[in-house]
């Protein structure tokens, strides 16, 4: 048994993806886990016979495989709470039932360890969590989105298996008001390193206070722990650009006093000289890499941290100023879950969402209301989008985890959010909550007042480079025509109003000092909301929900958020151009037939849009109405060829701007066809078509490097097309997946938030004529084929490869 155990650790081990540092290991710790759905007696104990669990591995959604729990006929809407609004027991929650998850796994330390640091670092545990090694409790969270470690190396048992048992709580329906997903949903690593020298959690503090076209300063900072006598810790920093050339080096003597154990140190600036900037369209990444050595000269430590050189400004007469130019923040504010994957981090999955916003003109993101993942971050850093960080929901113990009192979590919360990110260039601000100030009775009953001073003031021991803010509706502090704003916005740096943009101008009379960004504005307004405010004194706006998402569901069978720009599989919807035809100057017209009429209220807003689709296939002698979205001087309006006439643009009326709508078009099958001009010159055009009957599948992969990683994503798209490849908007066919090679289904989807299907599953209905499934990459670089069956289509064959 024994030798079995050491062949599974070797082969675990030789398995992990490894970031190795001379002086530090990382570990991957992400694979191989055995899971359990429900809670179990003794499952943190070793001898626990954990046999029949399966075998999953990180990042690990387990609520999304769950079925569906729609509400019994005697739940109501609870009004008990303004800032909830629950529709149901579960509506909030994406009707997943809550529950506990067991994760173990065993290993069997390297015997290389002995004289080393062993930590156990958990990127977060969701929704609250408990961690056990050989059955003793040895850490947790209590919120689950901010990862911790745990040092190990005085509990690690060697020459025999270990176990790590992880449990994983939802919590109860009220403690979120989206969905949060459960379990191991970011990455697990085992780090070790010298066990006496070394860099603590998060060491390294970098900042560019000084910026020009010549020369830029970099300060750095690091908390380093040194067990030893010595009396000086010896560092060399090495700073590389984007192509990874060394364009500064230095060492550092730093003196230590053997008392202090561990110790932050500033060291000598650096001097970049003729800097590249970090901006939206050129976001250059340099690296510091620095090695901490004992006092023979040996290697001890050595990170690693990406930053970017740049300058940030903020006044009430520009608003922001991102390397001295004025920069509108255009943006979505959405929660952290990713569709079809639930709450599962998979960075391909995140990085196609970036793409794709990216692509429609969006440059920021406020992560609300809670920290994403790190490789969030990084893919942020990496494609130039502004973030608005951001901690929490409300100050309450309800919606922060549910199972401690918030005021007993900032204190380690703060720290370790700061810490992680305060390097990102993409971070402008920071946010430590969101809509609570109509809660009064938070501690110290101002209002909100005192516990945003203190955690401010937490906040810039760690970070004293940034301005604070909290999301608000401002005038919750009595009543919500109260004429003055929350006492909070006299204290942030930032006015950040929730979808009240219409006070922006009277507060800015009335305390000219005020800065004011959107922190979430109403896709129902979108346009009067965006052209109506100063847009040479704003910072921006974050327009709410512009994906769909699982959660906070205005009622059964709608599984969620539905008010979207883009559906859940990523689809864009008809109003998408229209963000699009604000946030860029890319000549477009992008025609929206309307479906129906919706006014649904979320929060005291209106958030009901019009359902539009953008075919041409409709009931012969309709009567429709239509919008076309532009950014042109006019669109003419044919069908069949056959002008339907000319409409302006009128760019003067921020109500109709960008938006010509089009009543009394009688349906005739055939092509409708919207042509865009300015200055009487045809810059874009937009057709829509009726189709044939679908006859074939079409399928079309969204990953050229497909990575073997073993986490790895490849996004497949399925269309049902007609003989002339027009993909076939009724065509609804139940679709079937299997796949060969060393990959496997994770999730399929089409976008329709009332269907009942699963997302954990191999078999979905085409929606809109189109499907989506999504596969992870096993760790076997080779062929991989998917296979698409449907009644009534033949059989596709997709061939794969992973690298």
Known sequence: MKKLFLLLAAFLMAGAVQAMNEGREVLDFNFGWRFHAGDEADAEQSAFDDSGWRTVDVPHDFQIEQPWVPPTADERASNNDPGANIRSRLSSRGFKEMGIGWYRKTFIPDEAWKDKRV???????????????????????????????????????????????????????LNSRWYTGGGLFRNVRLVVTDAKVYFMRHPLYITTPQVSAAEATVNIQAEMACYTKQKTLKTETVITDAEGQVVARQTDELPFNARMRTCEYRLKPVRLANPRLWDC??????????????????????????FGVRT????????????????????????????????????????????????????????????????????????????????????????CGGRAEWASLWQKDIPEFIKRDRNHPSVVFWSLGNELQQYWNLPFADWGVTPYRLQREL???????????????PRYRSLETDSLPAPLVHETDIASYNYRYMYFPGDARRFPNLMFYQSEANTSGMGPNFYEMDLDKVIGLAYWGQIDYLGESQGWPAKGWTQGAFDISLQPKPIAYFLKSMFTDEPLVHIGVIDANTDAMWNGVQTGTDRMSDHWNRREGDTLSLYTYTNADEVELRLNGKSLGVQQNDRQNPKVRNRIKWDNIVYRPGTLEAIARTAGKEVARHRIETTGKAVRLEVIPDNGNWKADGTDLQHLRVTAVDRRGRQVPEADTQLTFTVEGDARIVAVDNGNMVSDELHATNRRKLFNGSALVILRAGKTPGEITLTAEGEGFRTVKTKLQTH
């Open 312 to 399: 940030v400004e903020f006044s009430p007469a520009f608003g922001m100023k991102l390397n001295g130019k004025k920069v509108l923040l255009k943006g979505i504010a959405n929660h952290h879950s990713l569709g079809a994957l639930g709450a599962a981090a998979y960075d391909r999955a995140i990085e196609k969402r970036i793409q794709l916003l990216k692509s429609f003109g969006v440059n920021h993101i406020r992560t609300s209301h809670n920290p994403y993942s790190e490789g969030f971050m990084d893919l942020c850093d990496k494609y130039g989008i502004l973030v608005v960080d951001e901690l929490y929901d409300k100050w309450l113990d309800q919606y």
């Open 459 to 473: 906040l810039k021991r760690y970070d004293d480079t940034r301005l604070v803010t909290v999301a608000m509706h």
């Open 119 to 173: 930590v156990i670092d958990f990127e977060g545990i969701m929704y609250v969590g408990d961690v056990y090694l050989n059955g003793e409790y040895i850490g947790g969270t209590d919120y689950g989105y901010v990862g911790f470690e745990v040092d190990i190396t005085k509990r690690l048992q060697y020459g025999k298996p270990n176990v790590i048992a992880v449990k994983a709580d939802t919590r109860e329906p």
């Open 281 to 306: 369209e050129s976001p250059h990444l340099y690296k510091v890499e620095m090695t901490l050595y004992h006092e023979d000269g040996t290697v001890a430590d050595r990170v690693s941290e990406h």
